[in-house]
C-alpha cells in the first residue's frame, strides 16, 4: 500500500483492499477463489440497517485524552457519539470526558451551507477545552454538499499552532465500518505524529479498550520495553513519537491494519504480522515475535514457560468438559478467526462462521493471518458466511446448524440468539481470551453457560420471532454442505489425548 499524505480522504476498504460483505460457502471455497482472484462481492435483494463508520473514527479519536471532536453533521449523526463516549468510558474507565461539539445541520443548512459554523465551532471548541488537536468531522451530508471543511482547517491550524484535522467519515462511502478505524489513523499520521528523532524501547499497541492495561504493562515490562496504547487514554504528545516506537502490534488485525502498515512504510517501525494473541497459539506467535524485535528472545520463552505450567493443566481440565460441543461464531472479521481457532484449541467444532465484512488481504497485500491458519489446521471444511451484521441471515444460519453455542462480540445479534433459544457468550471484552490466562477464563465462561442454559430456554418458549418457516427453508450453503459431506476433510482422531492436542495446537505453522 502506498499511504498518501497528501490527501485527508483514505481509501475505503472496498476500493483499497477490495474487501467484501457478501459471501456465503466454505473457507475452502474462499481460499480458491482468493488465490485466483475471482472473489467477487454477492450483492443483497435486502438489507437490514447496519452500522456506520463515523462511529469508528471519532470513537477511537475521541478517546485520545486531550482533543476536542468537531462534528459538521446533523444532529443523528451525533448522538452516535455520545453513545460511543458513555461506552468509552465505561470500558476503560475513562477519567476524561470525550469533548465533542457539532454543528447540526438543518434543512436550511443543506441548501445554504454551513461552513461559517464549522469556523466558528472549532474556535469554540479551542476557547473553552483548551485541546492540543482538533479534529473535524464530515458527514454524509456535509458530504454530499461539498462543504470545503479542508481549506479551512488548514488555514486555522496555522492560526491556532495545534493540529486541526479533517476527517472524512462521510457514512455513505463504505458499507464497512472498520473502514473507520483506518479513517482515524489516517487523521493521526497525517497530522500527528511526527519524524522520528531518536528509537525508544517502546512497542505501539493498537487496541480497543486496554482493560488489560496492567496485565500488557507487565507482559512488556518482562521484555524490557514500555506499551504505547492506541488510542485509549493516549495524549497528543505521546502519539507524536509513534514513529521512535521499536514496533507497532495489535489486539485485532482489522483494527491494525492502517496504522501497523502506516508507521512501518513511513518510518520503517516493524509490524508485527502473526496471528493475535487469543488463545495459546496465538499468544506464543504473537509474543514471542515481539520478543524478536525488541531483542529478549530468552526472555519471552520463561514467560511462556511461566504461563503454560500456571494455566495449560486447569485449560486441559475444563477442556474436557467442553469438548465436543459445536458452535456458530458470528463478529468482525479480525476476531471471526481468531476465535474459531481458539474454539478449536478447547475442543470446539465450529460449524459455521460468519464474519461482517471480509479483508482477503491486508495493508501489505497479503492475507490476514488468522484466516491464512485456520485454512491450514482447520479439522473440518467449515462453512463461511460474509454479512455486515445482516441478524436476519444470523437467525437463518442458527437455525439450520442449530449448535450448542453462539459467539458474538456485538449485542445486537447476541439477543436474537438468545431468543431463538441458542446458549449465546458475548465476547464483549477484546482480552477475554487473551493468552493462557484468558483462554482460561474463556474456558470457565463456556462452561458456565452450557451447565445452565435456563435463560435461553425460557426466554424463547415466551418470544415468537418474525420469520416464517418460509424463510428459515432458504438454504445457501445447501451446495457446499452436500459437496463437504462427500470430501470432508479427517477429523481430529479420537484416540489423540489432550495434551497431544494442546501441542499440536501450539505447533508452530508457516504462514
Ligand atoms: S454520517 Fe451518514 S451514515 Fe453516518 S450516521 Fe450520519 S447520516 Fe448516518
Avoid at 141 to 149: H, K, L, M, R, S
Avoid at 181 to 193: K, T
Avoid at 262 to 272: A, D, I, M
Wanted: aromatic share 10%.
Amino acid at each position: 500500500m502506498k499511504i498518501n499524505l497528501n490527501t485527508s480522504a483514505v481509501p475505503t476498504r472496498e476500493n483499497r483492499l477490495g474487501s467484501i460483505t457478501g459471501y456465503s460457502g466454505t473457507i475452502g471455497d474462499l481460499m480458491e477463489k482468493v488465490e485466483c482472484g475471482s472473489l467477487r462481492n454477492s450483492d443483497r435483494c435486502f438489507s437490514q440497517s447496519s452500522l456506520c463508520l463515523s462511529g469508528c473514527a471519532m470513537g477511537l479519536l475521541g478517546s485520545i485524552r486531550d482533543v476536542a471532536l468537531v462534528w459538521h453533521a446533523p444532529a443523528g449523526c451525533q448522538s452516535f457519539t455520545n453513545v460511543l463516549g458513555d461506552q468509552l468510558a465505561r470500558n476503560i474507565n475513562q477519567t476524561f470526558d470525550t469533548k465533542c461539539v457539532g454543528t447540526d445541520l438543518s434543512e436550511a443548512d443543506t441548501v445554504f451551507g454551513a461552513i461559517d459554523s464549522v469556523r466558528a465551532l472549532i474556535y469554540r471548541a479551542f476557547e473553552q477545552y483548551h485541546p492540543n488537536a482538533i479534529f473535524v468531522a464530515s458527514s454524509c451530508v456535509a458530504g454530499v454538499i461539498g462543504e470545503d471543511v479542508d481549506s479551512i482547517v488548514d488555514e486555522i491550524s496555522e492560526e491556532l499552532g495545534i493540529p486541526v484535522a479533517s476527517v472524512h467519515c462521510e457514512g455513505f462511502k463504505s458499507r464497512i465500518w472498520a473502514s473507520g478505524f483506518d479513517i482515524a489513523d489516517h487523521a493521526v499520521l497525517q497530522h500527528i505524529v511526527k519524524p522520528p528523532k531518536e528509537k525508544r524501547r517502546v512497542v505501539n499497541f493498537k487496541n480497543f479498550f486496554e482493560s488489560e492495561r496492567k496485565q500488557i504493562t507487565e507482559l512488556f515490562a518482562r521484555l524490557d520495553v514500555t506499551p504505547q496504547l492506541l488510542y485509549s487514554n493516549s495524549t497528543v504528545e505521546e502519539l507524536s513519537h509513534l514513529s521512535e516506537s521499536l514496533a507497532t502490534v495489535c489486539i485485532c488485525g482489522t483494527l491494525g491494519t492502517y496504522i501497523g502498515n502506516g508507521l512501518e512504510e513511513l518510518y520503517g517501525v516493524p509490524y508485527v504480522r502473526t496471528i493475535n494473541p487469543m488463545g495459546m497459539a496465538g499468544f506464543e506467535a504473537w509474543y514471542r515475535e515481539i520478543a524478536k524485535l525488541v531483542d529478549r528472545e530468552e526472555a519471552a520463552e520463561e514467560v511462556l514457560r511461566e504461563e503454560r505450567e500456571k494455566y495449560l493443566p486447569q485449560i486441559l481440565e475444563l477442556k474436557k468438559e467442553i469438548e465436543g460441543h459445536t458452535a456458530v461464531i458470528g463478529m468482525g472479521p479480525g476476531y471471526t478467526y481468531e476465535v474459531a481457532r481458539v474454539l478449536q484449541e478447547l475442543g470446539i467444532k465450529v460449524v459455521h462462521a460468519a464474519a461482517w465484512h471480509l479483508d482477503h488481504q491486508y495493508d501489505n497485500g497479503k492475507l490476514p493471518p488468522a484466516l491464512d491458519y485456520l485454512n491450514k489446521t482447520s479439522s473440518s471444511n467449515i462453512t463461511l458466511s460474509v454479512a455486515d451484521q445482516q441478524n436476519f441471515e444470523i437467525v437463518n444460519i442458527l437455525n439450520r446448524y442449530k449448535p450448542d453455542l453462539y459467539f458474538s462480540r456485538h449485542p445486537g445479534t447476541t439477543v436474537w440468539a438468545i431468543k431463538q433459544g441458542v446458549t449465546s457468550v458475548f465476547v464483549a471484552d477484546e482480552y477475554l481470551i487473551f493468552g493462557y490466562k484468558g483462554t482460561l477464563n474463556f474456558a470457565k465462561t463456556i462452561r458456565d453457560n452450557l451447565v445452565n442454559r435456563s435463560f435461553e430456554k425460557n426466554l424463547a418458549a415466551r418470544v415468537k420471532l418474525p420469520y416464517t418457516d418460509w424463510w428459515y427453508s432458504q438454504q445457501s450453503n445447501a451446495l457446499f454442505e452436500q459437496k463437504l459431506e462427500e470430501e470432508e476433510k479427517p477429523e481430529t482422531k479420537e484416540s489423540e489425548t489432550n495434551e497431544a492436542q494442546a501441542e499440536k495446537a501450539l505447533e508452530p505453522v508457516e504462514i
